[in-house]
């Protein structure tokens, strides 16, 4: 199997860490240069498999992938990150966006679409946009689990003093954010 074809080496100070995929190299070689030129760490592929590999190893913030390649669709590969647990914003690429494809990928939780050819402005605005949705959610995980960790010991001390509406009170409320969490995750 072929591997990712170019991989900007770790830097300090850079802006994130895309996905590209592709079955054209030309394109993904192509955004992968636009990305790379403002400052974000890229890794390309031409299999979306290989794709779904490396963000088991490395969960990326943003991935890039064509709608249309012989392997599977850039749809199917949503599904399966997800599947997978992992919820880095992805952003579609393709030739022609129509209706039925903008409400299909926004349905599955893709973050926007870029239609070739694309601009540089356009592809910065966008992964700027959806790293800084995917770094959120990577946050607000990452405190919730932390909230949910130390909520038990809190819960018990609440019960011990008899603060039952308080205890109840913070159940709610943790029960209306991970039902938020839920929500944004799609």
């Known amino acids: 199997p072929a591997q990712a074809k170019k991989v900007a080496s770790k830097k300090p100070g850079t802006k994130?860490?895309?996905?590209?995929?592709?079955?054209?190299?030309?394109?993904?070689?192509?955004?992968?240069?636009?990305?790379?030129?403002?400052?974000?760490?890229?890794?390309?592929?031409?299999?979306?498999?290989?794709?779904?590999?490396?963000?088991?190893?490395?969960?990326?913030?943003?991935?890039?992938?064509?709608?249309?390649?012989?392997?599977?669709?850039?749809?199917?590969?949503?599904?399966?990150?997800?599947?997978?647990?992992?919820?880095?914003s992805l952003i579609f690429i393709t030739a022609h966006i129509d209706n039925h494809l903008l409400t299909e990928g926004l349905e599955a939780g893709a973050h926007g679409f870029l239609e070739k050819p694309f601009q540089g402005p356009q592809v910065i605005t966008l992964a700027n946009n959806a790293v800084s949705r995917s770094r959120t959610m990577k946050l607000l995980n990452r405190s919730l689990n932390y909230i949910l960790y130390q909520f038990n010991d809190l819960d018990n001390y609440l019960k011990s003093k008899k603060k039952e509406i308080l205890r109840q009170s913070l159940k709610c409320e943790l029960q209306e954010l991970l039902k938020l969490r839920k929500e944004l995750e799609k």
């Open 16 to 88: 994130g860490l895309i996905y590209v995929v592709d079955d054209e190299e030309i394109i993904a070689e192509t955004l992968t240069d636009i990305l790379e030129d403002y400052g974000y760490q890229v890794k390309f592929f031409t299999n979306p498999d290989e794709v779904l590999a490396a963000c088991k190893k490395e969960e990326p913030d943003l991935v890039c992938s064509d709608m249309k390649m012989p392997q599977m669709s850039g749809l199917e590969l949503l599904q399966l990150l997800r599947k997978n647990n992992i919820y880095s």
